[in-house]
């Protein structure tokens, strides 16, 4: 499957993609070789027909009655999602959150880590926290191009996001997985994901009714 087609994959189904590879290493690691899409999808929650478009849409198939091969699939999946060398990514405002976030994430995936952090607070500049070296939110630009740094983590309190709008203009930074409220004006560049927490658990509420 050819770059350009890739990058036409529905968000969806990216989503899901790396849903799967999480289960499906959790399961390979117990000992399954193979898997049917009803398993799969069971699992999910979703239906197996969903399953098999995710994996026809990114010319996954399976030979035989077998089910898929999950070391396969994994491999395969690893393709699709990962970059070719490792994408370092930063972190802005290394607060309580940030920091469980680092220590979850970093080790879980081998082409995806959190390098460093960023805050303006003197008693965590200079430090290491969770593991990663903490910087002053006024050398951004220069670390992130030190680092390669291509993806910013926003958990910064919501009140001072937009602040930090233009250095990640400057930096070439190609996305944003933004954990606070508030909308940011990024231009067509960068691709940013908002992850509001509030949104999320009213939305998980209305729907408990």
């Known amino acids: ?3 350009e087609l890739l990058t036409k994959l529905p968000e969806r189904t990216i989503e899901r993609l790396s849903e799967y590879r999480r289960t499906l290493l959790t399961l390979f690691e117990k000992g399954h070789s193979y898997i049917y899409s009803h ?3 069971g699992i999910h929650s979703i239906t197996a027909v969903q399953v098999r478009r995710d994996l026809m849409l990114i010319g996954f198939s399976t030979v035989g009655k077998k089910g898929y091969n999950v070391r396969q699939l994994i491999d395969f999946i690893g393709t699709i999602l990962d970059s070719p060398v490792t994408c370092n ?3 802005i405002g290394m607060g309580n959150l940030a920091q469980a976030i680092t220590h979850y994430f970093n080790g879980k995936r081998s082409k995806l880590r959190i390098v ?3 805050d303006i607070d003197p008693e965590k500049v200079g430090q290491k926290i969770a ?3 903490c910087y002053h939110t006024d050398d951004f630009v220069n670390v992130v ?3 390669n740094i291509k993806v910013v983590l926003l958990t910064l309190p919501t009140s001072v996001a937009t602040s930090v709008t233009e250095i990640i203009k400057k930096a070439d930074i190609r996305g944003v997985l933004n954990f606070t409220s508030v909308t940011l004006n990024l231009g067509d560049g960068v691709y940013v994901e908002d992850y509001d927490m509030i949104t999320l658990l009213e939305k998980v509420a209305y729907f408990s009714k």
Request: glycine share 6%; hydrophobic share 60%; charged share 20%.
């Open 1 to 3: 499957m050819t770059t």
């Open 39 to 41: 398993e799969l999808a």
């Open 89 to 91: 990514v930063a972190v």
């Open 116 to 118: 460093v952090g960023f």
């Open 131 to 133: 593991d990663v070296d």
């Open 145 to 147: 191009r030190m680092f």
